[in-house]
Each structure stands twice: as C-alpha cells, then as structure tokens.
C-alpha cells in the first residue's frame, strides 16, 4: 500500500516538473537516470511524446509499439520525417521507395491509433497520405490533428473527426488516387477554431468544401498558397476570426486582405510575411472593420512596405499593442515618429529587426522613447549598423522594459549594459548574441549588478565562471550559444 502511494505521488509530482527550468536548477530529463522504477513513472506520467521517423529503417516498424506501450497516457504525439545518413537506405532506388512509402505510413498509423487511446492532438508529418488512410482515428477524439495530403486534396474526411479544433494541412503533389467522397455530402457545420493550410493551389477545389463549413474559425494561416478558392466561400468563413497569417502568398494577399477588411470585425492579429500587395495593404489600412480590435500587426515585406501604408495605419487604427516590421527597407523615419505619437499609450511591444531607418537617422530612437514611455518589450535585432549614442538616448525613456533583444547588433559596446542597469532596472530577458564589441567582464558585470534579470542569452565565450555562479545564485537562466556558430 506505502508502495503505490509513494508512486502515487512520485508520478504527481513529475507531472508538475518544469520541461525547460533554469540552467541552475534539475532538468526534467534526468529523473529517469535514478533508477528503473523512476523511469517506469516517467514515461507514466508523460503526456507528450514527439519522434523523429526515418521512413528508410525499416527497425522503426519494430520498434515503435514498446516506445508508445511504455508511455501510456500519451495525449499528444508527434512524428516527424528525418533522415539519419548514418543509416544505409534500404531501397535500391527512389521508385521502390515510393512504392513502399504507402505501406510504411500505413504500418505507422496502424501501430499509433492501436497503442494511443488517448490521443487528443496527432502531428504526422513523416510521409504525405491520402485521406482514407485516415479511417482507424475516425473513432478517437482527436482536437488537433497536423499531417501532410497528397494533391488533390479533399476535406470531406474532417466531418468524421466531429471534436477536432485545430487543423494543419500541408498538400503536397504525388501519385494519389482520388477519394471515393462525395463532393458535395449534407452540410455540416465543423467545430474547428484554427486552420493552417500549406501549398493549396489551383486544382485544390476541395478547399471550398471546408470553408463553407467553417463558422467558427478564430485562427487562418496560409503559406505558399496561390488559391483561396472561390471567394464568397472564403469569405463564410472569416465572420469570427481573430487571427490571419498569410506567409509567401504573393498572388492572393490582395484578395484575401480585401475579404478581411469587409468582413472581420474582431480581428485581433494580422502577418504577412515574404510576398505583399500596396494596394491591398492600402485598402485594408483605410477600410479595416477591425480598426477598433487590430492588437498585433506583423509584417516582414521588403519590397512593398512604404510610409503610407503606416501613416494610414496610425491614423485608422486605435488599438495596437504589438508592432513587428522586419527589413523594411523603404520606410523612413517619418512614418515611424507618426505611428509612435499615435500609439503611445497602446503600444507595448515593438520589433524593428533590419531596418535601414534606424541605422540611417540619427535621433529616431530617442524621439521613439520619448513617444513609447509604457513601451515593455523591444527588438532591435540584425540592424549592424545601430550605435551605442542611439540605443542609450531610446533607453533612458523607456524605463519600463523587461524584455530586449539586441542580437546581431554588432557595433554595440559593453556600455549599453551600463546603460541598461541605469535605466532599466525592471528588464527581465535580454538577447546579446553576436553583439561583437561586448566583453566577458561587461558580461559579468552586468549579471551581477542586474536587479530582475531572470534570463540572458549569449555566446558560451562570454560566459565567465564568476558570471556563471553569480547568475545561479540569482536564479538566472543563461543561454550559452555555441561561439562558432554566426547566429
């Protein structure tokens, strides 16, 4: 009886163990190195379980039923595509890999729904399949489900999957018979909040079969999509999202930014990264029904951000606490001092990672602090040429911080931590790696003299033994980087 309450709580207690603590403190990872029965409760206790899958070894059918057996109450699995070139290839040429590429993804779904009962979120992303390999989850509650399909790609499979929430798809093109589905079965409305779909083109038409079922969605991402399908299908949609990422989908941005400015009135964060349209921001920038909820804007478009496109947003839009503009190479500064004199007292994270204005205009940053006094999280990453006069003028404002990432920022000196312990004592989390000109000392000194510094990322060289006691006394995580490594 002691025995089993002593598991009991031995397995209670590894549940509640941090996955990732601080550098000072025991790793979740070593508890089964004390003994078998230890690691017996271990795997007991886990509740995640993510794999690598080299679909060449052919031990991996073998071997997988013990894994998944000795791990019981997995909810969520992962099981992704890796080749080991340690490993020799089984298959004396491509062809006869394809044609055991079926066989091999048939065997993995087999052993999982069979070992899994718990199951409520599944990533296999080892192999494309087609739908009806899906059939032995059918009866499991999966809520999130992440795979690759073969084009062309059907979504009548998702009403057998009625608690799903969270749907990723990645379409790949291949050999693949079509489903037997119906194309067009009774309609049914589908509970799922997010989707992201990867590779969706022109003969995908099976898409508008899911948007027209879709009325609950909160979370789309696209990426590398060049249809949406038809548009007042997409648009069914969109009533309740709160969250777009559109990632390299040059050729559709336009439309889907026109279908987000009509018909989103709660949209909360929008991305666009890596293939933009002017015109389509210009309209979504002065049109937007979200201009009272729009929270967060991410946007990395090198060749299609300009000052209008955010003059219009500082003065349409009310609510922005989070801005992100990666290599925004023909914004100036002038639209920049705008949008912090609007936000002003919104905005409390602001990333501008590779961009020429704050490296060209001297005083920007300073006039950016003094607008962004409530300002907690910033990132000036990647601008090489950003000097220390500039970054101290912003810092003396912005007393508030707690987060700063400054990697990449190669002709700052030890001086900014000099700064940073004046100025901003609250800073919690700071990034300085390949920050060239900053010295071990400065490191330490700075690690002893920080007030709240609860982690510091920066290359293993700069990291003294002195630095390294003081920061475990003070219980901060530090991330060592590889010093050879250009990050």
């Not at 397995?11 to 941090?18: Q, Y």
């Not at 059907?154 to 018979?177: M, Y």
């Not at 609510?319 to 919104?346: E, I, Q």
């Not at 060289?461 to 920061?471: G, P």
Request: glycine share 4%.
């Amino acid at each position: 009886m002691e025995e089993i309450l002593f598991d009991e709580i031995l397995h209670e207690i590894f549940t509640r163990l941090p996955s990732s603590p601080p550098s000072s403190l025991p790793t979740y990872e070593s508890v089964p190195l004390v003994s078998k029965r230890w690691l017996r409760l271990y795997r007991a206790s886990k509740t995640s379980l993510s794999l690598r899958i080299n679909p060449h070894d052919s031990s991996v059918i073998t071997l997988l039923p013990s894994i998944l057996r000795n791990h019981p109450c997995l909810s969520s699995l992962s099981l992704v595509w890796f080749i080991d070139s340690k490993i020799p290839n089984q298959f004396r040429s491509p062809s006869d890999a394809a044609a055991a590429e079926p066989v091999f993804n048939d065997h993995l779904i087999s052993i999982v729904s069979s070992s899994c009962f718990n199951l409520r979120k599944l990533c296999f992303l080892v192999n494309p399949v087609p739908s009806s390999s899906l059939l032995p989850f059918f009866s499991q509650s999966l809520t999130s489900l992440s795979l690759k399909l073969y084009r062309p790609v059907s979504f009548d499979w998702v009403a057998s999957f009625p608690s799903l929430k969270e749907l990723s798809v990645d379409v790949h093109s291949g050999n693949s018979s079509k489903s037997g589905s119906n194309p067009d079965p009774e309609v049914v409305e589908l509970g799922l909040e997010s989707i992201s779909l990867t590779g969706i083109q022109s003969d995908d038409t099976g898409v508008n079969w899911l948007w027209k079922r879709c009325r609950k969605v909160k979370k789309l991402s696209l990426k590398s999509c060049g249809t949406i399908g038809e548009t007042e299908f997409f648009g069914l949609c969109l009533k309740n999202l709160e969250e777009i990422e559109l990632r390299t989908c040059r050729s559709i941005v336009d439309v889907v930014l026109l279908k987000v400015s009509e018909t989103c009135e709660s949209l909360k964060s929008l991305l666009i990264h890596d293939g933009g349209n002017k015109d389509g921001l210009v309209y979504f920038m002065n049109n937007a029904r979200c201009n009272d909820t729009l929270q967060k804007l991410d946007l990395r478009l090198p060749m299609d951000l300009v000052d209008e496109h955010l003059v219009s947003l500082a003065a349409n839009f009310k609510s922005l606490s989070t801005l992100r503009l990666t290599s925004c190479y023909f914004v100036t500064g002038h639209s920049l001092k705008v949008l912090a004199s609007s936000f002003s007292w919104t905005l409390e994270e602001l990333s501008l990672l590779s961009c020429d204005a704050v490296e060209r205009e001297r005083g920007l940053l300073a006039t950016l602090g003094q607008h962004l006094g409530r300002l907690r999280k910033l990132e000036l990453s990647f601008n090489e040429w950003l000097f220390v006069k500039e970054l101290v003028s912003m810092l003396a404002s912005c007393n508030g911080l707690v987060e700063l990432n400054l990697r990449g920022c190669k002709n700052l000196t030890g001086s900014v931590l000099v700064a940073l312990n004046k100025s901003c004592v609250k800073l919690r989390d700071l990034d300085i790696v390949s920050c060239r000109l900053i010295q071990a000392g400065e490191v330490e000194a700075f690690v002893l003299n920080s007030q709240c510094l609860k982690k510091i990322v920066v290359e293993e060289n700069k990291i003294t033994e002195d630095a390294m006691k003081w920061a475990s006394s003070k219980f901060i995580e530090v991330v060592a980087l590889d010093s050879d490594v250009p990050w």
